[in-house]
């Protein structure tokens, strides 16, 4: 009896203990969601409320961000460049690790290497050179010319997933296609690729939250307003020098994490099995 009682406060102790720190990690969100619903003046007080919330204030609040074009702007601008960047990630990811997980060449452990020391320095660190090279090369103010940043900054990890990916798959599958006339183009797009789903689910999942998220690259790379993504139009937008709107931070926050809340949702069997999958080698 003893035994089983000690066993059973100590489980008890531990999911107390787990669902503290849950608590503490969603309270972020919570506060987020509930300031979204109140007037500027509540969110100042103190003590401050935790629990109710003004049913009026929150349909002013979101009416006033979504009706204003200026944020759809942003959002617009968010989704353009995030699917662009997971669509130009995968295409260079796939071919990139597919050739690294098949072929054997002089310098492939230093390649490797290098692509994924690019990693370790940080963007401030290039921010100046980078600059410099698009104002010459005309990439500023372009879509075209975020999409190759964040490309670069999402690219060596994704090629180092699809590579250990692609070596869960066996050879014989190459050789099986080879045999029958498939080239190798041929054999990655219509064999290896279709097995590749959840890898290639969870390179697109990481590649579009890295894009959605970034802020460094869009405010530096990025003067005209109309261009700016998400994260710089609610940091320009709301924090001013002598006043913060922080319900209306609050409510388009809310609406920029729902496409980020739609992926998870749908998606994170996929995710969860890409990663799983790609960790180990059999």
């Known amino acids: 009896m003893n035994s089983k009682s000690e066993i059973f406060r100590g489980k008890l102790a531990k999911y107390l203990l787990l669902a503290v720190l849950l608590l503490l990690a969603l309270f972020p969100v919570y ?3 509930v300031s979204s619903f109140r007037q500027n ?27 204003n074009p200026r944020y759809l ?19 260079v990811a796939v071919m990139a690790g597919y050739v690294l997980s098949r072929y054997n060449f002089p310098g492939k452990i230093l390649l490797q290497t290098g692509i994924l020391s690019v ?5 401030v660190a290039i921010l100046i050179s980078l ?38 798959i066996p050879n014989s599958l190459d050789e099986a296609a080879t045999i029958d006339g498939c080239g190798r183009l041929r054999t990655l797009f219509q064999i290896i690729v279709p097995l590749s789903r959840p890898g290639l689910l969870a390179v697109g999942i990481y590649t579009f939250l890295l894009s ?25 937008s709301f924090a001013g020098e002598l006043l913060f709107d922080w319900s209306g931070m609050m409510t388009i926050s809310v609406v920029a994490s729902v496409p980020v809340l739609l ?14 999958q790609g960790s180990v080698k059999g």
């Open 131 to 168: 600059f410099t090279f698009y104002s010459d090369m005309k990439l500023t103010n372009t879509y075209q010319g975020l999409i190759l940043a964040d490309t670069s900054i999402a690219l060596p990890f994704s090629i180092w997933f699809m590579k250990s990916f692609f070596d869960t």
């Open 31 to 33: 506060w987020m969601f």
């Open 263 to 276: 992926l998870f949702i749908f998606l994170q069997r996929y995710m969860i099995a890409g990663l799983t």
């Open 119 to 123: 990693q370790m320095f940080p963007l």
């Open 73 to 91: 702007t942003y959002y617009q601008n968010s989704l353009i460049v995030a699917f662009g960047t997971v669509a130009v990630c995968l295409v």
């Open 212 to 236: 959605w998220d970034d802020f460094i690259f869009s405010l530096t790379l990025m003067s005209k307003d109309e261009l700016r993504t998400l994260p710089v139009g609610i940091a320009n």
């Open 41 to 67: 003046s509540d969110l100042t007080r103190l003590p401050p409320k935790f629990l109710p919330f003004d049913v009026g204030a929150s349909l002013e609040n979101y009416g006033r961000i979504l009706a």
